[in-house]
């Protein structure tokens, strides 16, 4: 379970940062950074924990506690336009820089004004960052700030998901979120590709080499 040993070896505000939706073939990826008011961390539900590991309805709980005061959050969604124009790592690196940015802002305005220091999943210190950041590799695991931004982004991410099958319906981004599914391959194949598809990705990018011109309805 994460805990809360790399915040309290830093000084000053700690904000974790994660992703959700970078390997789906369709819709945004989502970042979230996350600043937990130290001055309430004993009153953190005990079962915040990487998302992927939480059911659907409690990771909505957790997220929505998590998001609102005294803690503070900044949350970034990138288009497929912006995937496909930068890729998605370079996609997800610039809104990570982005929420942090943003959030140490909301937090010099909330009057904490001191050192910030960023914990980012992952491997990767996205450049441009604002401040000092360490790169956590199964950060979602061992940092609490971390796995408090991966419960936000994969909800703000789901819902996003939702509204997009709404206008969608076919490919079953209600359900599946966007990910290569045999159901969303079958949808693929009898009703072509969608403008919230990611066109850069290769069984999106194979699948408009193969079909035939009409078939790319969008």
């Not at 990570?96 to 960023?118: E, Q």
Request: charged letters at 20%; aromatic letters at 6%; glycine letters at 8%.
């Amino acid at each position: 379970m994460p805990d809360l040993a790399l915040e309290n070896a830093c000084e000053g505000s700690v904000i974790g940062i994660d992703e959700a939706g970078r390997g789906p073939w369709a819709g945004p990826v989502t970042v979230t950074a996350l600043w937990l008011n130290p001055h309430h961390y004993n009153q953190i539900p005990g079962d915040v924990d990487d998302s992927k590991k939480i059911k659907p309805e409690r990771c909505a709980a957790l997220a929505t506690y998590l998001a609102a005061p005294p803690h503070l959050h900044c949350t970034i969604s990138s288009d497929v336009k912006i995937i496909d124009q930068l890729g998605i790592l370079k996609a997800t690196l610039v809104a990570m820089a982005a929420a942090v940015t943003s959030l140490i802002a909301d937090l010099r305005k909330a009057g904490f004004a001191g050192p910030c220091h960023a914990l980012v999943d992952g491997n990767i210190v996205p450049p441009d960052m604002p401040c000092p950041s360490t790169a956590v590799v199964r950060g979602d695991a061992r940092s609490l700030s971390i796995a408090g931004a991966s419960l936000i982004a994969k909800h703000s991410r789901d819902a996003l998901m939702h509204e997009l099958d709404s206008q969608w319906p076919a490919y079953g981004w209600a359900t599946n979120k966007g990910y290569g599914t045999r159901q969303h391959q079958q949808a693929l194949a009898a009703h072509g590709v969608s403008p919230q598809h990611r066109r850069s990705f290769a069984p999106i990018r194979r699948l408009l080499e193969t079909v035939p011109p009409h078939h790319d309805k969008y």
